[in-house]
C-alpha cells in the first residue's frame, strides 16, 4: 500500500511539465477548492477536499476517494496524465481523509474489520463512514447530479471496495484497484502467514507513528538489510524502537496464526455480490495485493444479477497503471506498449457493461461512471 502514496505524489509532480496527448491548460489552477469537515454518525468529522474543474459548472457526477495519506492542499496547474480520461468526463473530484488521519477526528486503526450485525451509531468502520460521506456529499454538494463513484488504488482501493458491504443508494459505480482483502493470507503483511517483517513494521509506522503526516522509520543504518539482519529476535522492535506505541504493529505480532482477529480482517468473505457495477483491477507483478483484487472479484461474482463484476488484469506493478506509460518492467520491455495509457483510453474508458434487459448498454466501467453518472 505504500507505494501508492509515492505513485500519486509522482502523478501530481508532473501535473506541472508538458505531457504528450494532454492538452495543456492556461497557467493557473484547473479546480476550485473547497475544504470541508463532514460529520460522521458517531459524531466525528472528516477532513475532505471537493475539487470542482474550473469552466465546468454544470451538474457534474461525483467521483470519491478515500485515502490515508493526506488530501491536496492546492490544484494542479495542468492536467496530470492518470487524470486525462476523468477530466474529460467531467466530475466534481472529492478526496478524503480516512477517519483518524490529518485533520480527521477519530482514532485511525489501520483496520478492514467491518461488523455489520452491530446496528449500533457508535460502530464506526469505514464502510459506514463512506456510506455517511456519500450521503451528505449528495445533499451537499452544489451542481452534483445525485451520483456518486468511488475508486483507488492499494489503501484507497480498499476504502472503495469496502463500500460493497453496504452501498449507499447513490452510489452507482465502484472500482476498487490492488485492494486489500487478506493481510494474513496474501495481502500486504504476509505470504500464506509468513510474515513480511520489512513490509509490515515499516507501514505501520507510517500510518500509525504520527497522526498529521506518513513517517518514514528512521534507520540509524544506510543499509537496512544489514539492520534487520543485527536486530534479533522480532521482538527486539517493540523493545529497542517501538515501544508498543504502534497498535497496528502491535496486532499483527501478537496474533501470528489465522485467528479470529485475522479473520475479521479478512472483509471480502462478508461481500454477498455487487449491485453496483464494479472494476476490479490487478497487475501481474503486484508484490503488495496480489490476492485482494482476485477475492474481491470472485466473492462479488457469486451474486451479479447485472453481470456487472467485472477483472482487469495487466503487467504492473502495484499501481503502476496510473503511471504515464508504464512500457517496461524493470529493464524489460513491454513490446514497444504503453500498457498504463492503453489500459485507461482503451479498456477504463471504452468498457462497457451491459445488463439483461434486451442487451441495453448500462454505461462505461470506469469511467464506466461517466454516462452512469
Known amino acids: ?34 475544504e470541508v469537515m463532514i460529520p460522521m454518525r458517531d459524531g466525528a468529522h472528516l477532513q475532505t477536499v471537493i475539487e470542482r474543474p474550473v469552466g465546468q459548472n454544470g451538474p457534474l457526477p461525483i467521483l470519491l476517494r478515500r485515502t490515508p495519506y493526506g ?32 485533520k480527521s477526528e477519530g482514532t485511525f486503526l489501520l483496520s478492514s474489520a467491518v461488523d455489520l450485525t452491530n446496528k449500533s451509531p457508535k460502530n464506526v468502520n469505514e464502510t459506514t463512514d463512506a456510506y455517511d460521506t456519500i450521503d451528505w456529499l449528495v445533499k451537499h ?6 451520483k456518486v463513484g468511488i475508486y483507488g488504488v492499494s489503501y484507497d482501493g480498499l476504502t472503495a471496495g469496502l463500500t460493497l458491504l453496504m452501498p449507499h443508494p447513490a452510489l452507482k459505480a465502484v472500482s476498487e484497484q490492488a485492494s486489500p482483502a487478506d493481510q494474513w493470507m496474501n495481502d500486504d503483511n504476509h505470504r500464506f502467514g509468513a510474515l513480511r517483517e520489512s513490509y509490515a513494521f515499516e507501514y505501520s509506522v507510517y500510518e ?18 544489514e539492520w ?3 536486530l534479533g529476535p522480532l521482538s527486539n522492535i517493540n523493545t529497542k524502537y517501538l515501544h508498543n506505541s504502534i497498535p497496528a504493529w502491535n496486532a499483527i505480532v501478537s496474533h501470528p496464526n489465522y485467528d479470529a482477529l485475522n479473520k475479521r480482517e479478512a472483509w471480502y468473505t462478508q461481500i454477498k455480490g455487487t449491485t453496483v ?17 482476485w477475492q474481491i472479484f470472485r466473492q462479488a461474482g457469486k451474486n451479479d444479477p447485472d453481470h456487472a463484476n467485472l477483472m482487469v488484469a495487466g503487467p504492473w506493478f502495484h499501481g503502476s497503471w496510473h503511471t504515464p506509460l508504464n512500457d517496461s518492467i524493470g529493464l524489460i520491455p513491454l513490446g514497444g506498449h504503453a500498457t498504463a ?32 453518472l
Request: proline share 8%; no cysteine.
Open 228 to 230: 534487520y539482519l543485527k
Open 208 to 225: 500509525q507513528a504520527d497522526k498529521f503526516k506518513n513517517t518514514h522509520f528512521d534507520f540509524d543504518t544506510y543499509d537496512a538489510y
Open 71 to 102: 488530501v491536496p492542499s492546492t490544484s494542479p496547474t495542468s492536467v496530470p496524465p492518470a487524470l486525462k480520461e476523468l477530466m474529460a468526463d467531467g466530475y466534481i473530484f472529492v478526496v478524503q481523509n480516512l477517519r483518524g488521519r490529518f
Open 1 to 34: 500500500m505504500r507505494i501508492f502514496s509515492s505513485l500519486l505524489t509522482t502523478a501530481f509532480a508532473i501535473a506541472s511539465a508538458a505531457v504528450p496527448g494532454v492538452a495543456q491548460q492556461a497557467a493557473g489552477p484547473i479546480f476550485t477548492l473547497e
Open 277 to 293: 457495477p464494479l472494476l476490479n483491477v490487478a497487475g501481474f507483478w503486484d508484490q503488495e495485493d496480489p490476492w485482494g483484487p
Open 341 to 372: 495509457r492503453e489500459f485507461r483510453e482503451n479498456v477504463q474508458l471504452k468498457l462497457r457493461i451491459v445488463s439483461d434487459d434486451g442487451g441495453t448498454t448500462l454505461e462505461k466501467a470506469m469511467p464506466f461512471l461517466g454516462p452512469i
Open 141 to 146: 454538494v452544489a451542481n452534483n447530479t445525485g
